[in-house]
């Protein structure tokens, strides 16, 4: 990728299109973003978004999770991180809940998006709960990972407004603007060494 | 208050200081403003709002609570109300559970306001929470009362980035003058008869 060493090496587990994925790639094609791409692992080998990496000339890897217990997956996906010196993980749209010893193992170093102003709508269904409960404001949300899904230190978020003639889908790509913008911004940071964790909250260094 | 019997009469509910009722009284002296405010109801002697009502020339009224079952309390409020012609009720800090009985009799035209982003952190000690959760994104919300505590279809929100240093005191006041903007808002889009509730959603016609 041209850049030197100096930067963090990256790697984003994602199960489909990952559209954050791209979003992660392109901030990275960046001359001086402080992290580089080391690889896209997915847990399908249908993910659509492996066509993308290579095509960037990105390294990638299928790590089938199908069938396997969570431990023998997690340990594979653990060497094949380790194998490309991966520094940071990224989630981007990865299906496939972590034990807690592999989120252990990498806790600060691993982030994950969601599509929601956390702790507000945790889980799936987000924008579908959003528009039901009639609030006004929703957004989205980089968090470390800890072993409680969609839980863990929140980094950045955006706020987004909610139109009154919102649909999920429509919602969602509102939300996903945000989420392209979100998570580089977060990624950068942390590459950076610039947020500190104080319990469940993050100081970022010098402004975020 | 010189104003014409075109305006929908307000009566505003508090229990302390009411910052929001102070909001709501300056907002209706506008001579554009479709609601006057009919009189101020504390359930407590000593509410320092009652004050500044009294000295703003408007009608108020205590109907003490303490000791007195619910059903009591409601029953007396609503006859002190619908002596001075109320047709709209705003709750301003006003810190006793009303009856469902009472609440269903005026749905509709009963709103409150809370100091978060509802449906995240209902209850008490909203800025201590939203602090000690991390998020980013904390505001007000102006809602119809239903039974349900800090439930009911959301009118109008707020939203308020949380600072790195925030302390509950400084968020607080950070929400507030959100909360003094927003409310007046929301009694304007009620009495201008521009609100539409479809189940949970609040629709305002012609926008906000």
Not at 187 to 199: C, H, I, N
């Amino acid at each position: 990728m041209g850049q030197s060493g100096a930067t963090k090496a990256v790697g984003i587990l994602i199960s489909g299109r990952g559209s954050n994925m791209r979003a992660l790639v392109q901030a990275a094609q960046a001359a001086d973003f402080p992290a580089r791409i080391a690889v896209v692992i997915a847990n399908k080998a249908e993910a659509e978004g492996l066509d993308y990496a290579k095509a960037q000339g990105i390294a990638t890897a299928v790590i089938p999770s199908k069938g396997k217990s969570r431990e023998v997956f997690d340990a594979e996906l653990d060497a094949a991180l380790r194998q490309h010196g991966v520094e940071i993980i990224c989630l981007a749209g990865f299906m496939r809940l972590l034990t807690a010893g592999f989120v252990e193992s990498w806790r600060g170093r691993l982030l994950n998006i969601h599509p929601s102003l956390l702790p507000a709508f945790r889980g799936t269904q987000v924008h579908e709960r959003v528009i039901e409960s009639g609030t006004r404001f929703t957004g989205c949300t980089v968090h470390f990972v800890v072993p409680e899904m969609d839980e863990g230190p929140i980094i950045l978020q955006a706020a987004v407004p909610v139109p009154d003639d919102a649909t999920p889908e429509t919602l969602a790509e509102l939300v996903l603007a945000e989420e392209h913008r979100l998570y580089p911004q977060a990624l950068r940071l942390l590459a950076e060494g610039r947020l500190r964790v104080d319990g469940n909250r993050v100081r970022v260094l010098g402004g975020s």
